[in-house]
Antibody, heavy 121, light 110 residues
Framework: QVHLVQSGAEVTKPGASVKVSCKAA????????ISWVRQAPGQGLEWMGW????????KYSQNLQGRVTMTTDTSTSTGYMELRSLRIDDTAVYYC??????????????WGQGTLVTVSS | QSVLTQPPSVSAAPGQKVTISCSGT????????VSWYQQFPGTAPKLLIY???KRPSGIPDRFSGSKSGTSATLGITGLQTGDEADYYC???????????FGGGTKLTVL
């Protein structure tokens, strides 16, 4: 069964960094992209970016350019999303999901359980 | 402000049919495939429809998707109270070179 398991909740301060992990199982990790989507409290979904585990290519949201880095470790089938210079409005649930591509084609399925990142002074 | 426009809420009685619209432009819906997601409070989204109108295995045929021009529609027939959730459309925006979602639609089954 295909599933993604994310790391636990984080509480951090403005200006700090956070790194969320996403361990995949049940499929060949290199064959599918990993995308990251976040959801602020009571708000909708926001696409953050995509990475190809096969060749490390990435695409990032222009809104986050310069603050976000996505990586993968193919030896452990794990994806990572690091967000730097955190702001209060980065408080959100962060999801990893299988899917996406360099061309933009694709859908997102399945999704990880989500990781709540709280940024508070 | 979301790139794709969805109604904030829709409602219908059990057993009835409801449609949820998703409006975009030629940069996104008009030239890319649309997918739909269902999200219950406190849980992760779940894929309902991909490639405009295809259902993943396990999704009942009560759920359907369509696309025309720069708009897409999710249809749900035989409404059940268990369908009460938030629904999101998503696609790629070629101009932004980014994934985009609608703002979400809350479905209430009266």
């Amino acid at each position: 069964q295909v599933h993604l398991v994310q790391s636990g909740a984080e509480v951090t301060k403005p200006g700090a960094s956070v790194k969320v992990s996403c361990k995949a199982a049940g499929y060949t990790f290199n064959n599918y992209g990993i995308s990251w989507v976040r959801q602020a409290p009571g708000q909708g979904l926001e696409w953050m970016g995509w990475i190809s585990p096969y060749n490390g290519k990435t695409k990032y949201s222009q809104n986050l350019q310069g603050r976000v880095t996505m990586t993968t470790d193919t030896s452990t089938s794990t994806g990572y999303m690091e967000l730097r210079s955190l702001r209060i409005d980065d408080t959100a649930v962060y999801y990893c999901t299988r899917g996406g591509s360099e061309s933009g084609y694709g859908w997102f399925d399945p999704w990880g359980q989500g990781t709540l990142v709280t940024v508070s002074s | 402000q979301s790139v794709l426009t969805q109604p904030p809420s829709v409602s219908a009685a059990p057993g009835q049919k409801v449609t949820i619209s998703c409006s975009g432009t030629t940069s996104n819906i008009g030239n890319n495939y649309v997918s739909w997601y269902q999200q219950f409070p406190g849980t992760a989204p779940k894929l309902l429809i991909y490639d405009n109108n295809k259902r993943p295995s396990g999704i009942p045929d009560r759920f359907s998707g369509s696309k025309s021009g720069t708009s897409a529609t999710l249809g749900i027939t035989g409404l059940q109270t268990g369908d009460e959730a938030d629904y999101y459309c998503g696609t790629w925006d070629t101009s932004l070179s980014a994934g985009v979602f609608g703002g979400g639609t809350k479905l209430t089954v009266l």
